[in-house]
């Protein structure tokens, strides 16, 4: 038989509270929940209903299955990189081609030498204007 895992919430819970920079006092403002409710939670005294799991965690921002992930690797998104991520979801692939190879250009990884035509190739694609490659650009 296999072993059974059994999460320990609260110690999660206070993980990730103080990952994202919330007090207790922030999340009982921002849940409604008291504030020795929450501590007893996160000493786990108590276990959270699936309903107090929900208010703790769209406080802080973090879905289900960032809290369920167990390898360690979770990402925590800003609303606007979020937007950014829903917007991309949508687009063509050649958009979002275009779209990654701005974002490089911004950072100043990649495109050496090339990158000014790269930068007026994707400016000219944002704007809804003919893209019409120049000899120089090799984007």
């Not at 999660?12 to 990952?19: D, N």
């Not at 990189?81 to 991309?88: G, Q």
């Not at 063509?92 to 495109?111: I, P, T, V």
Request: proline share 2%; charged share 25%; with cysteine.
């Amino acid at each position: 038989m296999g072993s059974v895992y059994k999460m320990k919430y609260g110690a999660r819970i206070h993980q990730l509270r103080i990952a994202k920079k919330f007090s207790i006092y922030r999340l009982y403002k921002e849940t409604g929940l008291s504030q020795g409710h929450i501590t007893d939670i996160e000493r786990d005294k108590h276990q959270p209903t699936l309903e107090t799991l929900q208010r703790l965690l769209t406080a802080m921002d973090i879905s289900l299955a960032e809290f369920f992930n167990e390898d360690g690797e979770v990402s925590y998104l800003t609303k606007r990189e979020k937007e950014l991520v829903a917007i991309f979801r949508t687009m063509s692939d050649e958009s979002a081609e275009l779209y990654l190879r701005f974002g490089k250009l911004q950072d100043g990884s990649g495109y050496g030498q090339n990158s000014r035509s790269a930068l007026w190739y994707v400016k000219r694609h944002l704007s809804g204007k003919p893209t019409y490659l120049r000899p120089s650009c090799y984007c």
